[in-house]
Nanobody
Framework: QVQLVESGGGLVQAGGSLRLSCVVS????????MAWFRQHPGKEREFVAA????????YYGDSVKGRFTISRDNTKNTVSLQMKSLKLEDTAVYYC????????????????WGQGTQVTVSS
């Protein structure tokens, strides 16, 4: 059974930093493209960042460019999201997602999802 388990969410002040991690089990991690999405209450899931299975290509949503960094460690089956200069509008549930393909931006292309981790940015 494939599992994606996120960790690292929490409460942080605006301007602060937070690091999210997602551990994948039950599947060959090194062949998976990985991504982070987030969801604000009452809204659709929003693309945050993605990384190719080699780690050689990275993609970011416009709202997080220059502030967030996605990375992966294929020896630990882990993908991470380093978030800096956090803003109030970054408050959301963050989801880790995986796919076999390379169409990164749409959540419909991902068939594996974690349970989500809450990130709350306070003023």
């Amino acid at each position: 059974q494939v599992q994606l388990v996120e960790s690292g969410g929490g409460l942080v002040q605006a301007g602060g930093s937070l690091r999210l991690s997602c551990v994948v089990s039950g599947r060959a991690f090194r062949w998976l493209s990985m991504a982070w999405f987030r969801q604000h209450p009452g809204k659709e899931r929003e693309f945050v960042a993605a990384i190719s299975w080699t780690g050689g290509s990275r993609y970011y949503g416009d709202s997080v460019k220059g502030r967030f960094t996605i990375s992966r460690d294929n020896t630990k089956n882990t993908v991470s999201l380093q978030m800096k200069s956090l803003k109030l509008e970054d408050t959301a549930v963050y989801y880790c997602a995986a796919q076999d393909g390379n169409e990164y931006y749409s959540p419909r292309r991902y068939d594996l999802w974690g349970q989500g981790t809450q990130v709350t940015v306070s003023s």
